[in-house]
């Protein structure tokens, strides 16, 4: 059975830009959640997806933004990147939504830096 | 508000030894759920477990134990005879109950780096 995927794996974009990540979440899985971790702020929990619709949120400014398709799929999109939006970002899938005891399973992430 | 302890910056142990990972929370939510997640020199996040606050048992999965003690807020995890491949970051974290479409807070511990020597 095929991990949970993220793309693109690496990715440097310029102050003011927005960019998209992705993230395949195991097969029959129908939660995302994502994670931003950097060396200042450590790892924040961003927001979780469950059947296309936003199931709750972190403490995230609405530059953040994210949605998730009819097959589980999920998109992160941040607009007019900052410098601080350099981080590693890392998506989770799991059967059911977090608030249950499903185990997560965490892609490998995308490593942003912004110039 | 929520705050998650671990004071444990860098652990190192020789392999076969058994170590504690501490970690101790505060809340004002009398119902929250109590995480472990490992992350590898690889880079790629493992969660080990989840607890709710109602559940004070304590768990063991093989070598793995976690001790959940709500009077003393804390939630420690033990490794018994510990090996190499257990080396990485362990991370401790707390989470409001999931209110759906809302704002959860989830706060992560700084983590522990844990080196088991050979």
């Known amino acids: 059975k095929a991990g949970v995927t993220q793309t693109p794996r690496y990715l440097i974009k310029t102050r003011g830009q927005q960019v998209t990540l992705s993230c395949s979440p195991i097969?029959?899985?129908?939660?995302v959640s994502w994670y931003q971790q950097t060396p200042g702020q450590g790892l924040q929990f961003l927001f979780e997806?469950?059947?296309?619709?936003?199931?709750n949120k972190g403490n995230f400014p609405g530059r953040f933004s994210g949605r998730q398709f009819s097959n589980s799929r999920s998109e992160m999109n941040v607009s007019t990147l900052e410098l601080g939006d350099s981080a590693l970002y890392l998506c989770?899938?799991?059967?059911?939504?977090?608030?249950?005891?499903?185990?997560?399973?965490f892609g490998p992430g995308t490593r942003l830096t912004v110039l | 508000a929520q705050k998650v302890t671990q004071a444990q910056t860098e652990i190192s142990v020789v392999e076969k030894e058994d170590v504690t990972l501490d970690c101790v929370y505060e809340?004002?939510?009398?119902?929250?759920?109590l995480f472990w997640y490992k992350q590898p020199p690889s880079g790629e996040l493992v969660f080990l477990i989840r607890?709710?606050?109602?559940?004070?048992q304590n768990e063991i999965s093989g070598r793995y134990s976690w001790n959940f003690q709500k009077s003393t807020s804390s939630f420690n995890f033990t490794i018994t005879a510990s090996q190499v491949v257990d080396s990485a970051v362990y991370f401790c974290?707390?989470?409001?109950?999931?209110?759906?479409?809302?704002?959860?807070?989830?706060?992560f511990g700084t983590g522990t780096k844990l080196q088991v020597i050979p």
């Open positions: 989770a899938s799991s059967l059911g939504y977090r608030g249950d005891t499903d185990t997560q399973y």
């Open positions: 097969s029959g899985h129908r939660s």
């Open positions: 997806y469950f059947s296309e619709t936003q199931r």
């Open positions: 809340t004002r939510d009398t119902t929250y759920y």
């Open positions: 607890r709710n606050s109602f559940d004070e």
């Open positions: 974290a707390l989470s409001d109950l999931v209110t759906p479409g809302g704002y959860q807070k989830v706060t």
